[in-house]
């Protein structure tokens, strides 16, 4: 019995002092933390894709809570959390655009050909460097997929060799668009539907013998499009995303067939994305 | 002086906390994405284990043996070393920021991680004095730290790289593990 009382005393007493201990250093050493930090790490995605600028979702609501930070930087982030937002900081903010990725490059394994064997790493980057990648378009998806592997929602998907961006997973972090090496992705409106799907700043004849979904430069979409929605920069026609546009035929009259049309622009918003938290 | 040498060597090269002993294996698979945060956790273990081995010292010298009760052991370290973790989280929050900055997320994580409970019983089970204790678990730190360094670097290189589908991932990651277990037995019976 009397072992029991030393041994239940003993370490009872250990507990107390630790408890103690630690009772008064929060009394004493706490550093006052403003409550609304982790309601706004709450409310954010919690996907830390860093498409804010800043390292994770908890670095972003500490910026804006402490040191002001525009509240309309998460991407991810829908209409219903930017209110939630402008209501606990008591902040007005636009609501931005729902912005997708897209590749604007429409060269796959049958369309755009190969001109050597790669077989080093297998990065984007690694093969854009060597030689200027494996690809006859010096312009075009190197189909390596480093875009897919940096996305934090698993929205890429390399369909034949070209990294195809699905719009209902795509976040809007633009974590792609700051990965490939040859700048063929594009943050874009969600509601835009007509898309030049070429990147090639080469001449047409050159383009024509790269790839058979390359833009050759005819300008002829430069006139279907009102408002100048598409004007040509050098030989590539590009898409001013600023202009709502859309033109029923503008795919079928485009000789390059580097333009495609959408039926159904994706409006819709996605829901906050939640990632399973790190094993420790 | 070479008592200590033969003791630092012992405890990194030769009984590798992880790779020989197998302690903390959750952070060294969880943390060994990226070497940034791997030498973050590193920080935190080499301070942990080392301010560990010290506090449950005087703990096992001046409470657990006097009264003895050292049967109670594994609890009371648990206990003593989880609240050191926090007073030192809580006191780091308000001294230095940075240095929470830097090692404040992984401090929780390895509160009573089993590397450093397993540092705490083996000085016990040695019989090490005060000094070597906390030299062992500064050790026995750096062997972590060198196992978790060497793996990142490696798993950093098979992300570049293409293993088969079925190995991909975590797969590919053990076996990796396991072949530089394999390679830090080499140094078996360097030091008695």
Known sequence: MGALVTTASAIGGVGLVCAVALALAARFLGVEEDQRIEEVVDLLPGANCGGCGFAGCADYAKAMVIEGAAINLCAPCGAETLQALSELLGRKAEATEKEVAIVLCGGNATSAPRRSAYNGVADCAAAHAVGGGDKVCQYGCLGYGSCARVCPSGAIELVDGLATVHPDLCIGCGACVRTCPRHLIKMVPATRVVHVLCSSRAKGPVVKKACTVGCIGCSICTKLAEDNAIRMEGPLAVVDYSKQFDHPEIAEKCPGHCIVRHQTPNTEHRASLKEPAGTS | ?192
């Open chain 2, 1 to 192: 002086m070479t008592e200590y040498l033969l003791l630092v060597v012992g405890a990194v090269l030769v009984n590798n906390f992880v790779l020989t002993r197998f302690l903390g294996i959750c952070p060294f698979l969880g943390v060994s994405k990226k070497l940034s945060t791997a030498l973050g956790m590193c920080g935190a273990v080499v301070f942990v284990m080392t301010s560990a081995s010290a506090v449950v010292w005087l703990v096992e010298a001046y409470l657990l043996v006097p009264l003895k009760i050292e049967y109670m052991r594994t609890i009371a370290f648990i206990l003593v070393i989880a609240s050191f973790v926090q007073l030192v989280d809580i006191a780091l929050k308000k001294i230095s920021p940075a240095l929470h900055g830097a090692l404040g997320i992984f401090l929780p994580l390895i509160t009573t991680n089993c590397a450093v409970l397993g540092v705490a019983r083996l000085n016990v089970q040695f019989k090490y004095g005060f000094g070597k204790a906390v030299m062992f678990g500064f050790a026995a730190s750096l062997g972590f730290s060198l196992a978790l360094v060497i793996f990142t670097g490696l798993r950093e290189k098979i992300d570049r790289a293409d293993p088969p589908k079925a190995f991909q991932g975590v797969a590919i990651a053990l076996v990796t593990a396991g072949l530089l277990s394999l390679a830090f037995m080499g140094f078996a019976g360097l030091v008695k």
